[in-house]
């Protein structure tokens, strides 16, 4: 048997419900494929702050940093929006993803035959759509210094960030982002701002470098305004969009929001080595919370990148896709993605139907 | 007669065939209603650079400075792409928004019933959408400082930008954007990612603080990312946006497509006093300029923005306004609005129209 460790990190909201369901259907996976898995509960983001005090506590990135991977539900509520930056619990969030060093971070979306409908965007332009966002996601504006208030020379208050990459942080997030794209279509197309910001040039000189490693791969460049425009007018025009931090959080929540399901898609985080962080896109939508309303598809997904990406262990998570497909194949869906003739079931109930497909 | 100096500026691309249309167009709509314009036609972005060497010259500066208001068709081309930072026509357009201290850009994004089929949203999402993206222009990530190219400590090559916003820069368009959505339906959103950034804590702070001055006004906040999304969900919701100059650059061109027919938009830049800057969004379209393809209907509808935010033209202004869509509604259209049943016609021909409905 292939043992692992898995940290689990509920967080907030319809964190601990939707984390719940996944752990039942990764463990049912694994037993199947002759895998092993030791689950780690920890508090994280508000569920940490109202315990300890702390959006991440220090054991908390201990057992994640010990663990083969990390499955997070989601973090973040009204309750704690005002608090000072340090107890905010996104703080937590980002010092767990510095903290594990998983520079990338790689978000599929992809619109399923059986959802095209929950799409805003007119069927012929949705259906197909099947793109990667590679987002940088330890450095930039995120995590740049100096960052902070104080007085300009005219004795203004301002706030302040810096957007900064560094040659290394460009070049590896490329390398993965080329290796994706050559897995997929063998299309890549780097976002930035070039024409203004000379942390864009420099990604893009980068990204120019790198792509010589890779010449089977076809690299384009586009400013980021247009790339927000060309998701909305073609979204088929991409494949894999590689991009920093924050217009990768800008970008794929947009390219996410063309399949109206949300509900459904997962992210992984990677780093060079050490255990990957994986979780669903949504947020914890503290409205819902504890009513068992909650779509657990995109953390159930999310393990099952957990095993691909984070374990290789390809076919538990071939598995796991099959039985979500399965699922929804079946006719049940939560209330977000509930369209009429479907089964209204909640949070357990779908659970209860991908085990049976697994 | 009432008498005012415009400067035009073509610049590159489309930019000439829209700004000449255009500007018949101003000229017949003035002279029915009693104004006269004095028309200064000057260089910049990649027209000035291939005459003189730098991307605004002090001359365009000049004249644009000493002129009531300034009409500019669009700027930039794969020509100039690669050029160094500042032999860039896009620092043209910034030096000019710089110079002209407009630092409050408008831009309204309306699905007009006559073109909703455009769209690449469904029907009942896009009709009836009518917004404002109030974009502050002339600070944050664009202007920061300290920025360039160098070294951190570690000896590794960088390039960085700096995000800064100092208290008056936020007031200012704050209460630009309370003034303009009190005048529309009284809902203003802004629009920052003060989960993340100081820069936006300070945003919010800010704006917070003015909304005070502007208790008829409801007041939402949003994440930038969540925004992204929101604008493709459900646009109906949005009426003012207000946000900083990198957000609402990419924002405001989502925003815009969601028309499906961003040759048809217009917007204004306006400072605390000095003439404004007005421009349609779309870009120099270089790959059919010269071919009487253009759409010079953002332009013309840039004019009417001029007459109206830029010189207190009203009456002028809706003249205009109205005459665009009895043009539409008298079916014609231009190639990238086209759609079947109405009469394709090119850049010259659908000025001519216009006319007839001034
Ligand atoms: C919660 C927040 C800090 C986070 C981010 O901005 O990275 C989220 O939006 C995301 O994309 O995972
Ligand atoms: C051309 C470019 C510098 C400009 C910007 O980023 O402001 C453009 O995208 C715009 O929105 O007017």
């Not at 702050?49 to 201990?62: K, N, Q, R, Y």
């Amino acid at each position: 048997k292939r043992r692992y460790n898995i940290t689990l990190l509920p967080g907030d909201g319809i964190g601990p419900e939707v984390i719940s369901v996944a752990k039942n259907v990764l463990n049912l996976a694994a037993s199947v494929e002759g895998i092993e898995f030791k689950f780690n509960e920890k508090l994280t983001g508000g569920a940490a702050l109202d315990a300890t005090g702390v959006p991440l506590p220090e054991e908390t990135l201990a057992a994640a940093k010990q663990s083969d991977a990390v499955l997070l539900g989601a973090i973040g509520g009204y309750k704690w929006d005002k608090n000072e930056k340090h107890l905010k619990p996104e703080t937590g969030l980002l010092q767990l993803r510095e903290g594990l060093e998983v520079f990338a971070n790689l978000r599929p979306t992809s619109v399923l035959p059986q959802l095209v409908d929950a799409s805003t965007l007119k069927k012929e332009v949705a259906e197909g759509v099947n793109l990667m966002v590679v987002r940088e996601l330890t450095g930039g504006i995120y995590f740049g210094k100096p960052r902070g208030f104080g007085t300009n020379e005219n004795g203004e208050e301002i706030g302040f960030n810096t957007e900064v990459y560094a040659a290394y942080e460009i070049d590896r997030i490329a390398r993965i982002a080329f290796e994706t794209a050559r897995k997929r279509s063998g299309k890549l197309c780097s976002v930035d701002k070039a024409n203004v910001l000379e942390a864009s040039m420099f990604w893009r000189k980068r990204v120019i470098a790198i792509a010589e490693e890779y010449p089977d791969v076809e690299l384009s460049h586009m400013y980021v305004d247009n790339a927000a425009m060309q998701l909305i007018r073609n979204p088929k025009q991409f494949d894999t969009i590689v991009t920093n931090n924050i217009f990768g959080d800008i970008l794929s929540d947009e390219a996410s929001m063309i399949t109206g399901s949300i509900g459904m898609l997962p992210s992984a985080s990677l780093g060079a080595s050490g255990p990957g962080l994986f979780e669903p896109i949504h947020g914890s939508a503290p409205d819902i919370a504890g009513q068992d309303k909650a779509n657990p598809l995109a953390t159930i997904l999310s393990a099952a990148m957990l095993l691909k990406y984070g374990l290789g262990e390809v076919k538990a998570a071939e598995r796991i896709e099959l039985a979500v497909l399965d699922t929804l194949n079946r006719g049940f869906r939560t209330g977000d993605i509930y369209s009429a003739g479907n089964k209204l079931v909640g949070c357990k109930e779908i659970g209860e139907e991908v085990l049976k497909s697994v």
